[in-house]
């Protein structure tokens, strides 16, 4: 995980010709805590720079005489190695911060600054910054566990497991190792990869006072590429919700990420859904398998489905938030296919019908993932899983 002392020694190079300004912005952020500050007023010498100290953000002013931020941005992406060019854009016309951002830029502060928001912006951009940089670590690993599948003999074989145990500990630590307290609400979650690795995830985040988001996912494929891409998608997702970005801006990203990075075969199904203390919530559903939601009062399940893309296909695709309403005593059951594709000896599959009637059932006393689980232990019969298995339970419990 990124500490604070991580963030606060992350190198910062301050770009601007007046001088007056570069005092005031070294002043804000020295005051913030930050300990590697550098500054230039020569534009010419920003790209050197960068190119020999790698800094892990940049504010940029656009409007220089002689060399304009644009070109400074266009001259850096030669030069970065890393997915976005760490650049927070400085500017006072409105006009320029569309184009900033199609430029490269992460994002950008008005002129005269808000110091609230100028701290904040810098801190967003640098945790995005460092969680990306751990993550290509992680995947680096996973990629080298990958290669050591080839290996064939007694040793190679032995090695091969001690890596794979190492990427299982790496994709669970990614997973939550608790499920956070939500007022008025009993969450519950269980993941199984088919191997040691899968493509299936889960998260919870508090995202104010009272409220949360929770979210599951299914990444296509199964075992080490799954889990690649599944790592890559929890990583900026953390990221993106952690620095405050709105939950369908969020995925509007990942899915632009997705597009450009991902084999074209690679997708990812997703249900994420905010919830409030009184059980006001809404869900976006990116293709993702029907999500039941059970009514205590009456009984009766509902099915909140569907009607849009997968991530990671369409760089065009848009998604639309739905209302929905937990009373007490509700619960919200959201679960990959391999819980209801998963198969016995003779290649019958589990179904829904069986998942509904485990949730009409036990939903309403909070014992639903212990049945759930031994219902699914008793129709298998020890036969061999085929798919993740992954399911998240929010029962609203006052």
Not at 49 to 59: A, F, G, K, T
Request: proline share 4%; aromatic share 8%.
């Amino acid at each position: 995980m990124i500490a604070a002392t991580d963030i606060l020694a992350a190198k910062i190079l301050i770009v601007d010709d007046k001088e007056a300004n570069v005092l005031l912005l070294e002043k804000i952020l020295r005051i913030a805590g930050y300990t590697s500050v550098h500054s230039t007023t020569d534009p010419n010498q920003v790209c050197e720079l960068h190119r020999n100290n790698s800094y892990d953000l940049i504010l940029l002013d656009l409007q220089m005489p002689g060399m304009d931020g644009f070109q400074i941005m266009e001259g850096l992406k030669g030069i970065e190695s890393r997915a976005n060019v760490p650049v927070l854009v400085i500017t006072a016309q409105p006009a320029h911060k569309l184009r900033a951002l199609e430029a490269g830029a992460r994002d950008f502060v008005s002129k005269p600054f808000d110091l609230a928001e100028l701290r904040a912006r810098v801190r967003n951009i640098l945790e995005v910054r460092l969680y990306s940089d751990e993550l290509s670590d992680t995947i680096k690993l996973l990629e080298a566990t990958r290669e050591t599948l080839r290996l064939q003999t007694l040793e190679e074989e032995r090695h091969r497991e001690r890596e794979l145990t190492l990427a299982q500990q790496t994709q669970e630590s990614l997973l939550p190792s608790t499920l956070p307290a939500c007022e008025n609400f009993e969450i519950q979650a269980f993941s199984q990869p088919t191997r040691y690795v899968g493509g299936d995830f889960y998260d919870v985040l508090h995202t104010g006072p009272g409220q949360w988001m929770g979210l599951l996912a299914d990444v296509s494929g199964k075992g080490m590429p799954a889990a690649l891409l599944s790592s890559l998608v929890l990583g900026a997702l953390s990221s993106e919700f952690r620095s405050g970005t709105r939950s369908l801006e969020a995925l509007q990203r990942v899915n632009k990420l997705l597009c450009e990075k991902s084999m074209p075969a690679q997708f990812v199904t997703l249900f994420q859904f905010l919830l409030g203390p009184d059980g006001t919530g809404e869900f976006i559903s990116a293709a993702h398998n029907v999500a039941y939601l059970f009514r205590a009062a009456t009984g009766k399940i509902e099915e909140l489905a569907s009607d849009s893309y997968f991530l990671g296909m369409f760089d065009f695709a848009a998604w639309e938030p739905r209302p929905f309403h937990l009373n007490t005593g509700d619960s919200l059951v959201v679960y990959s296919d391999g819980l209801t594709d998963a198969e016995n000896p003779r290649h019958e599959c589990f179904g829904e019908q069986r998942l509904r009637d485990i949730v009409r059932t036990h939903a309403g006393d909070g014992s639903m993932k212990e049945a759930l689980l031994h219902e699914l232990a008793a129709f298998t019969e020890g036969a061999p899983q085929n798919d993740d298995i992954t399911f998240l339970l929010v029962r609203k419990s006052s």
